[in-house]
């Protein structure tokens, strides 16, 4: 057989090879990504469960994602965490074990979450501002404007408090959160705005307008304070949404160093919540965790 011979009868085989290799390659990424698709699904499965307060149906649906990627880190980390949330601790601490071993960081993640909880269970609604260095950030959460972006009531108010506190830190920056633009104009901008009407200077504040929801609130207020070298933050809301948005922050990285709120209504809201009353912070707190869960 001759030299050429052997060169075109290697390079055959070596296509069919190449072929064979990549009909297979291709086959397992269509299983691996079909198989990311099922654990997604029973997740936002056992998600709607809890919603609805069926925490046993939640937990077997975890319990079946969980089985079927059983080195899948996030899904660990979210089992440990609904677990916590429904009082299974059995099945929390059998979740952190795993976790422990499979990724250290994510299991560390997770136990941060449930300390976020438990802080932003801890805090009371209060309307009195605190003394804080330039170095914190006093961040204002949004609320959603009228059709024609005006401001409503539950934003002025919040505003309000945001203002006393600014005057109370005079060298802190302002963060303004909201997206959601009604007539053109962002919750963010309207917060601007107003704060700039009311004597505090256009150069101490940052505007955070894409968020359209608390979640995002945290996420993208964080980014901005980094980028500025901003190390903590007085979270600043309604009394019926001040521990939501402490624990979302703590999740997202940023250090809350204190909560304000406006006065309204906070005799109501006192009280601890109830673990049902905590599944909101449960869902918003592994939204933040994983953004893509």
Partial sequence: ??????????????????????????????????????????????????????????????HRMVAAAPTDPQGLALQAIWADY???????????????????????????????????????????????????????????????????????????????????????????????????????????????GHGIAPARILVEDRSGSTVQNALFSTQIMRSHGIGGAVVITSPNHIRRAVTDFIVAGTRVVGAMTSPNEIISQLAPPTKPAQRGMYLDATHVFLPNS
């Fill in 1 to 62: 057989m001759t030299f050429a011979r052997r060169i075109r009868i290697l390079l055959a085989a070596c296509s069919v090879a190449l072929v064979t290799v990549g009909a297979v390659s291709g086959v397992a990424a269509a299983d691996n990504a079909a198989a990311d698709n099922a654990s997604r699904n029973l997740y936002i499965a056992a998600q709607a469960e809890f919603v609805k307060g069926d925490d046993i149906a939640g937990l077997a649906d975890l």
């Fill in 86 to 196: 429904a009082g299974d601790l059995v099945t929390r601490e059998m979740a952190f074990a795993k976790l422990n071993v499979i990724d250290p960081g994510m299991a560390a993640g997770a136990r941060g979450v449930l300390g976020a909880i438990g802080a932003g269970v801890g805090t009371a609604p209060n309307p009195f501002p605190r003394t804080v260095d330039a170095r914190t950030a006093l961040v204002v959460l949004g609320y959603g404007l009228l059709p024609n972006g005006a401001m409503r009531p539950e934003l002025i108010n919040r505003l309000q408090a945001a203002w006393l506190q600014a005057t109370q830190a005079p060298a802190s920056p302002v963060v303004v959160t909201g997206g959601a633009p009604h007539n053109g104009i962002t919750e963010a901008a309207a917060m601007a705005t107003w704060l700039i």
